[in-house]
Structures are given as C-alpha cells and as structure tokens.
C-alpha cells in the first residue's frame, strides 16, 4: 500500500519552526517510501482564520522546499461532509444538543467536588446530556424547538463506547495503544459558531483523503482516543499514527504562536538558508540563532 501523508496547519498566523519540523517529517516519510504527501487547510474557525495566513502557508513550505500532490484542500469547502457524519451520529442516538456556556460549564466545575479531569482538564460534567429513558434519546428524531438557540452537539461517549468496545490504535514509535476515550467525557462534535470541531473534522478528512500515516506532534497523542472511537463508529479506516516530540526553546518552552516563536518568514526575512535550516530540522537540532534571528 502506497504511504500518504498530510500537512494541516490552521489558518491563523505564519508557520513557525514547530510547524516545519512536523510537515518536513510527514514529508520525508511519503517521499522516502515513493507515497503522496498532501497539503490541507484547517479553516473551520471563522473568528480566526485569514486568507493571508492561508496563503502564506503554502508560499512558507515551498521556501522550506516541500512540495505536495494534488490540490490543496480546504475544509471550509468540506461542510457538506461533517455534517453528513453528524446526521449519522445523530441518528443512532449517539451525540445531543449542548445549550452550555463556557461560563455556566465552569461554574458547574466549580461547584463540583471532584470534578473529574481527563487530558485536557476538568471534563464536561454533563448538564445537557439526556437520560437514556428520555422522549428524545437517541436519535433527536423530530425537530427540536430549542435548537433554534445556539447550541453546540457534544457526543454521548459513554453510550458510544459501549456501542464500540474495546479499541486500539498503532503508534510508529509506542506500539500498540488501548484507547480510553471516555477520559475526555462528552467532547464536542460541532461548536456554536462552527458546523464541526476539530475531532471530527480530522477524522472525516484523512479517510476521505485516504492517509495511510499520520504525522503529529507528542500533544496530540491522547485525542488519537477520540479519533479511534469516532473511526469506529463512523465505520472509516484507522491510519497509522506517528507521533513526534515537540520542537522547544533552550527555556524548555514549547515553540507556538502564543510564546512568541519566530515564524518562517521571520527567518527567511533575516537571510535563512533554507536547505541547512531543513537539514537542521531533519537531524533534530535548532540552533539558538534561529530563535533570535528575526528579534
């Protein structure tokens, strides 16, 4: 079977090193092997995305010296798909409407005991899940009045894993994973503001696209739990996954927008090389100067 591997940066500001050494390594597994590596654009949050940044990303890699196959997809043409998949979901009773706000959820945490935390913190405590003898579970057949109000659709996890069973996921490098999705509680499918989330979006596209391998940071690692019981359900096809370790500055920051880490144009405006930055990337070393070249 032919290797095919993705790319998929959001929209929201220039590449920066954390993200070259994640693309080049995707890059270098499709190309070593003769396989296809695939460039897609994660543009669902509207609030945060700039056509600039979309098209800096593309103008970023080839500097770097990466090329794709095919055209480079878009996953805010790709609404039709999610949604298709949520009906499904819908359907068979496994996901519900979510009127909660990040404050109210909050507050209920607060109020909480021992709210129980998952990977990404105090997991959701379950306000609008509806009990399993209620008129409208599963499936929320009929239309609902309420749903004129904004609401998100979180999936029902613990209903899913007992539908799905047991289920495991590959990594390159850990082996063989059990996956525990029922840690991160009822995760969101489809947000207030946007028609998907990025748990399900990722899962729709990379069987679309037909990727064999995926290739994503260590921070990623847990939510391939989420991914493995979304395939499950969904009926897709489970890729293989490779995860890295994360790019860090000397202070043992991780390198992201938010810290401050200087961007690909940064570099190539202070006269980067790019075939020795790449080079660099590959071997695992990051010279402090590139941290301060465009300070």
Same mark, same amino acid.
């Given at each position: 079977m032919k290797i095919v591997t993705r790319f998929a940066p959001s929209p929201t500001g220039r590449l920066h090193l954390g993200h070259a050494y994640s693309a080049l390594r995707a890059h270098r597994l499709a190309r070593g092997s003769g $396989?296809?590596?695939?460039?897609?654009?994660?543009?669902?949050?509207p609030g945060r995305t700039r056509e600039e940044h979309a098209a800096g990303i593309?103008?970023?890699?080839?500097?770097? $010296?990466?090329?794709?196959?095919g055209p480079v997809v878009r996953q805010s043409e790709r609404?039709?798909?999610?949604?298709?998949?949520?009906?499904?979901?819908?359907?068979?009773?496994?996901?519900?409407?979510?009127?909660?706000?990040?404050?109210?959820i909050a507050a209920e945490i607060a109020r909480s005991a021992a709210a129980p935390h998952g990977p990404e913190g105090a997991v959701y405590p379950g306000t609008c899940r509806p009990a399993p003898s209620a008129p409208s579970h599963p499936g929320f057949p009929r239309p609902d009045p309420d749903l004129v109000r904004p609401h998100a659709w979180r999936l029902d996890v613990r209903r899913a894993v007992e539908l799905a069973g047991t289920l495991a996921w590959t990594d390159a490098t850990a082996g063989e994973i059990i996956a525990h999705p029922e840690r991160f509680g009822d995760v969101v499918l489809a947000r207030k503001d946007a028609p998907t989330s990025y748990h399900l979006a990722v899962t729709i596209d990379d069987?679309?696209?037909g990727v064999t391998?995926?290739?994503?940071?260590?921070?990623?690692?847990?939510a391939t739990d989420v991914h493995r019981l979304l395939q499950a359900l969904l009926g897709l096809p489970v890729p293989r996954y490779h995860h890295?370790?994360?790019?860090?500055?000397?202070? $043992?920051?991780?390198?992201?927008?938010?810290?401050?880490?200087?961007s690909l144009l940064d570099l190539r405006l202070a006269g980067a090389d790019p075939?020795?930055?790449?080079?660099?990337?590959? $071997?695992?070393?990051?010279?402090?100067?590139?941290?301060?070249?465009?300070?």
């Open positions: $396989g296809a590596f695939l460039l897609r654009i994660e543009d669902i949050d593309e103008e970023d890699l080839a500097w770097l $010296g990466i090329d794709w196959d609404l039709h798909l999610y949604r298709a998949a949520l009906e499904r979901l819908r359907e068979r009773g496994l996901v519900y409407p979510c009127f909660c706000t990040r404050s109210g069987a679309a696209q391998d995926v290739v994503r940071g260590r921070d990623l690692f847990a890295h370790e994360l790019l860090t500055a000397p202070d $043992g920051r991780r390198l992201a927008k938010r810290s401050g880490a200087p075939e020795k930055l790449r080079d660099e990337l590959l $071997g695992e070393r990051l010279p402090a100067g590139y941290l301060t070249a465009a300070s």
